[in-house]
């Protein structure tokens, strides 16, 4: 197998093709002018300022956290431990999980908005407009990350059996949760909210759809801003992207961290 | 009365009946073995006695007292090493170890008293503080004994604690856990597919195949005596001939290989003592077992195996040759199926 320059230089293209309109989005967003010249008039730092000293930006992107947070800490407070009861006590609960972890790709985003609409603008429950049926939607989109997350976690630390080791040294039900099975979970768990995190600053859909103007999340207040300023808009887009390369590479850094926790057995005594 | 007692334990999965039936008593301090092939329930037996599976019918009893409940266990003080070893991966050697004890609110200098003489014990001194994926196979055996040791269990219940493990290690192991239990006298229940693992450490070998128990005895009895064809197959390897070949009536008769003398063709001649019957065979193979050689020879109609210790001279017979073969009929046993 030779090991030519040829791959190299045909990863280095592929790469620059992808990053290119990264890389033009950032440079719109540091230069004062740039619409005949091939590179921008004159650099400045003036978007990003207004930027992030706009009390509307400020305001969009509070409530995008406060969602997502609300969302993820329902999540992570519903699923696992209902994953940890299915494996260990239900085992036929399982399979019914794992049915319900892809159905929500099964529903695009318009139509299930449309239904979201119908359900809960009148009847019982009405929080249509308002950020709970945001967070109940988007409870929902994140379901399958945080089950495919959990339950890999899960998997690794062969939970039955740690589960029952604990309860033959008399440690009890509940105990057993909280002292041995999620400490060993925990760096599952924050995976699985990292992804959430970076799913739910971009959605789009169910937050124009559902909420609008309502309750301007961070991607509607950036869909209104493109077509006000495209200097301030790239500001934003190449900030987003730098949260999100930050937050993928934390991601890929606890993934990856030398094992502590987990299955692996071999090591020299 | 029995320490343990299995009383018309029966237990279903999914529609398949995994245990039929089985009544077993083990007394105070012994070293039991469940011995079977992959699939015979010998694990769901133990953890039915472990109170991690419920029985569909039946009873078990630790010193007189209902065991079946988990909510039980408490009481009864069990003590279980898994096949997986399953040690806390975010606990180091010594907390791992001190679970069981912390659980149970023990005083700590009186934890780190038992934790440090247990590991001493079990030559695992000096790991305290390394954790699970620091540890060598081996070492983290030792743990996961110790772990279940230090409670001083009323029970010891092992499910193929010696699998995962190498040759070498395995033999050592083996010898280890036995010695342990005989000093501490802790009734023990061990489950194992691995024949001579259970004819080197028991007191007594329940063999199971298919849900049932097909029988038990001492090492001796199940090796020297077995009750039926299934007990004879399956410990260490036996001689199926037909009896008439060695004037024992129309029955399949059984006989060890180790059992049939091998002789030079020219030895052959003359009327064999009374009692042995004398055969011509061909040697079909020869294989070296270790510390026997193994001699395949095919002789009146039948593959027969025989076993001799290795001399340090090398085999004395070889492939195609023609030997005699001289079998005491006491040596055979004739089987009921």
């Given amino acids: 197998m030779k090991k030519g320059i040829l791959p190299k230089i045909i990863l280095v293209l592929i790469f620059a093709y992808l990053f290119f309109p990264i890389a033009a989005t950032i440079l719109f967003s540091v230069a004062t002018r740039w619409s005949t010249t091939i590179l921008p008039e004159g650099y400045t730092l003036a978007y990003y300022q207004k930027l992030f000293t706009n009390p509307e930006f400020l305001h969009a992107l509070l409530r995008t956290v406060y969602v997502s947070t609300v969302t993820i800490a329902l999540s992570v407070v519903l699923i696992v431990p209902s994953l940890y009861l299915a494996i260990v006590y239900y085992p036929k609960l399982e399979k019914f999980f794992e049915f319900l972890s892809i159905l929500p790709f099964a529903m695009p985003g318009v139509i299930l908005a449309i239904g979201l609409i119908q359900m809960y603008s009148r009847g019982p429950l009405r929080i249509s407009g308002t950020s709970w049926i945001l967070i109940g939607s988007y409870f929902v989109l994140i379901l399958p990350y945080v089950y495919q997350a959990t339950k890999n976690s899960f998997r690794t630390i062969n939970v039955k059996a740690l589960t029952e080791a604990a309860l033959m040294l008399g440690c009890g039900k509940l105990e057993t949760f909280f002292k041995v099975i999620f400490p060993n979970i925990v760096r599952g768990v924050v995976s699985a909210a990292l992804i959430s995190v970076s799913v739910l600053f971009g959605e789009f859909v169910l937050a124009n759809l559902l909420v609008g103007d309502n309750y301007e999340t961070l991607q509607i207040y950036l869909y209104k801003l493109q077509k006000a300023d495209g200097h301030i808009s790239n500001a934003l887009v190449a900030a987003y992207f730098l949260v999100i390369l930050l937050l993928s590479l934390l991601m890929i850094w606890l993934t990856f961290r030398k094992e502590k926790l987990g299955a692996k057995t071999n090591a020299e005594s | ?337």
């Fill in chain 2, 1 to 337: 009365m029995s320490h343990v007692q299995i009383i018309d334990v029966e237990k279903s999965f999914q529609g398949k009946q995994v245990l039929k039936q089985i009544n077993l008593q083990v007394e105070k301090g012994e070293f039991v073995t469940l011995l079977g092939p992959s699939g015979c329930g010998k694990t769901t037996l133990l953890r039915i006695i472990a109170g991690l599976e419920r029985s569909d019918a039946g009873t078990v009893r630790i010193n007189g007292r209902d065991a079946e409940d988990g909510a039980k266990r408490k009481e009864h003080n069990i003590g279980m090493v898994f096949q997986s070893y399953a040690l806390f991966p975010n606990l180091t050697a010594y907390e791992n170890i001190a679970f069981g004890l912390k659980v149970k609110k023990v005083a700590p200098e009186v934890i780190k008293e038992q934790v440090a003489a247990i590991m001493e014990t079990l030559s695992i001194a000096g790991k305290e503080h390394n954790y699970p994926h620091q540890m060598s196979g081996g070492q983290q055996q030792r743990v996961a004994l110790a772990r279940a040791l230090v409670t001083k269990p009323d029970v010891l219940l092992l499910d193929e604690p010696l699998s995962a493990v190498d040759a070498k290690v395995r033999e050592n192991a083996r010898i280890l856990i036995r010695d342990i239990q005989r000093k501490m006298g802790i009734t023990t229940i061990f489950v194992t597919h691995d024949q001579l693992e259970a004819l080197v450490m028991s007191d007594r070998i329940v063999v199971m195949n298919n849900g049932e128990i097909m029988q038990v005895g001492t090492p001796e009895q199940i090796y020297h005596k077995p009750q039926n064809k299934f007990v004879a197959n399956f410990i260490g390897t036996y001689n199926f001939i037909p009896g008439s070949l060695v004037g024992m009536g129309e029955a399949t008769v059984c006989l060890r290989p180790e059992h049939i003398r091998l002789v030079k063709r020219s030895e052959l001649a003359g009327t064999p003592a009374l009692g042995t019957v004398s055969l011509l065979g061909r040697v079909e193979n020869v294989y070296i077992l270790g510390n026997t050689v193994r001699t395949e020879i095919a002789a009146g109609g039948c593959n027969l195996l025989i076993d001799r210790l290795n001399g340090y001279q090398g085999s004395e017979f070889g492939v195609g040759e023609e030997v005699g073969l001289l079998i005491e009929r006491e040596a055979c046993n004739v089987l009921a199926d």
